[in-house]
Each structure stands twice: as C-alpha cells, then as structure tokens.
C-alpha cells in the first residue's frame, strides 16, 4: 500500500540519532513532499491537500493554516484538520497580525513559536481542550509572509527539535506552493476582470459604429472595420447633414487597447457636433484640432480624413489630417487625392487643406487605414497600394470583399493592425426628360 512520505517524518516513534544516510533521506522525503504539493496551482485545491496530508500522515495532529492578508494586516483561516470540538476556529477566521494568537504572533515576527505546554504559552488561544502543545511557523518567500502554518498535539512537549526542523523544511516548501498558487490566483483573476472590461469595451465601441449603410441617391456607400484585438484606434462614421448632406470620417486613434478606444469615443463625440455646424471638412478640421490639443493628453493624436458629399451636386469635398490618401477610381483612369497641409490631430496648430472631387458615373473612392495597406507576411512583404488598386478596379469590390483579400494576403498571419475601409461608389446618372434634345 503506498504511504505518504510524511510518515517517514519520524512522528510516530523517537527519532533515532542523526546520520548523513538519514540527512539523505529526509531530503528526498522533502522533495518528494515538494513534488506532491506542488503539482496544482489552484489555491482552493492546494490548501486543503496540504493539511489533509500532514494531519493524516502525522496522526494525533491538528493542523492548520492562515493566509496572509497584508492590505488588512491579518491572518485568514484557510483550512484546519483534525479540530473536532472548535467551532470558533473555522474557515474564514480572522485574526490580527501582531494581536491575536501564537499565529498573529509569528506573522508579526517571522519565527518559529514553539509552545511546549499552552497552558502557560502568553500567546496561546485555546481551541481544543485537549491541546497541550503547539507549533506555529511562518510561511515565507524572500521577505514576503504568505501565512502560518500550525501543528498542534495533545501530549506535552509533543514536538522534539528534530521533528521542529523537519517541519521547517516541509514549510518553506508549503511556502513556496501557496506563494505560487497566490500569484495564479491573482494573475488569473487580473486576466479575467481584463477580458470582461474588455468585452464591455468592445461591445460599446461596436454600438458606436454605424449599424446601417446610409441611403444616399445616386451613390453606394458602405464601410467595415475589423480590430486586430479586442477594441481598437480605428473608427469610421456616416454623419447625417443639412441639405441631404453626408459627412464621411474615418479615422486611426494613436495607440491600441482601452486607452485609444476611450480617445476614439472623445473624438467621435466632438467630431458630430462640430460637423453641424461647419462650412466645409477644413474648417471641421480646424476646429476639432484645437479642440483635441486643449483636451488630449501629450503624445496622443489622430490622423482623419473627413469628407462632405453633396449628392445634388454629386461633389465630394475632402480634407485630411494626416492620413493616407483616399484612392478615386473612375473609367478614365485612378489618382491619389492629396493635400498640402494637414497635421494629425491634437498635436498642435494646423491648417487644413481641401480637395474638390466631382464623382461621375462609376467612379469609386476609398478612405482606408494602415492595417490594410502596411498588413504584411513573416517575410516584410505588405499588402500595399497595388493590391488596394488592383481590388478598386473591379465594380463588384464591397469592404467585405476587400478585406477578405487582404486577410487572404496575410495567409493566416493574422491582422497586427485595425483594419478599416468606407467605399463610395456612384451609380450611373438617371436620365431625365429633355435632356436628350
């Protein structure tokens, strides 16, 4: 049958004189013991098989061990076995560093206490009526307490000094064990509070994001956004104006995660009012600029790319801060539409320049971010400008589509960066009565 290697401890009979045979021994018992504890780095299972161990393999024991609590400074009752009359001493119990008990007592020393009579121990807080004596021993890592461990025994001076050392030794491996379960703990429960802020997060940027297509006569617009993590910097918008007016953004916050999510949403909100009431995407620009460099903390900026379409008129007024240039393609041929000013927003002051686009029949502009044109394979090769004229050319492009592409160019090294693209395509001019003649 196999035994525990804590009945090798020497506790059920006097321990015979000490050899270097024996010192072997008891370090591979010790390791073993290491090995058995240290295989699970769930606290809640950990506790328990630590005592249990020790209180069956010992016999005539009660065992028990306390947590550190620093922030509270005390002691919390993890787990106790072979207590049968104490109620009061139970899981959960609480007890002052420094205050209470032989435990508070070690925890505020980080000694060794050994009481080998209670019954004239100063510190002793009598639990089972038939405890004559005591152990308590610091858990300790480094210079970190992690808990108390404490035997106790119903006989008198029940703990000899070679007994008292090997416990010393199984304790700084329990020390060791609940240390690292701890820090799982910690780190698991950090890791699952951040990916639930994190579902909240995207949840809500998602919900800023337009759910529908505008209709607007005579043209297709569409957009798509993919973030390469949970939230993202990327953000597009359809802003419905006066006059049957569209305003057209697409924009790439500085950073990643929460922080450039939370810039994203400051931007948005600002960027819908101001669109309201400005004469055209420059002065939109402007305003926003000096809006952003009061507001934004340093090092933090925008690049955008708004945009006015007049459906009447079918011409597209674009300005730019700092972003790549929208791709026009029409029948005739492609062109870049570039500005001579405009900085990233928030960064300081900045004039804004504006490009006039009259879009006929079949032409087709693309606003898009970085992540489709610099989304690159192991080996450096990026999607690039070719690939996003090659897609442009075909009228049956849609986002969807052009996304796919670049996620099949990638060949399943995943997006590093925010993906974004708003298509606008016009449709062929309806003929009208009289125009003929």
Partial sequence: MATSPLTEFGFSSPPAPESSTQKLAELIRLQKFAHRITSTLDLEELVPRIVDEVATSIGNVEISLYLHHAEQSELVMAAARGCIGCAVFAKGHRLQVGKEGMAGHVAATRKVHYAPDVRVDPYYIACEPTTLSEIAIPLQVDDELVGVFIASHHDLDAFCPDQVRLLQGLCSHVAVAVHNARRFANEREQRQRMSREADEARIIQQALLPRTSPLIPGFRVSGLSISAGSV????????????????????????????????????????????????GPAEVLTRLNNMMIEDFPDGRFVTMVYAELDPSSRILRVANAGHLSPLLVEPSGHRWITHEHGLPLGLSASKFSETEVTLGDHSRIAFYSDGITEADLDTGEEYGAERLLAQMQSPEVTPKSLLADVKRFSNGCGLRDDATVILVSARETESRPGNNA
């Fill in 232 to 279: 993202g910097g990327d953000w597009y918008d359809f802003i419905p104006l006066a006059g049957g007016c569209w305003g057209l953004v697409l924009a790439d916050v500085s950073g990643k995660g929460t922080a450039a999510a939370l810039l994203m949403s400051a931007t948005r909100g600002m960027l819908r009012s101001l669109a309201q009431i400005g004469s």
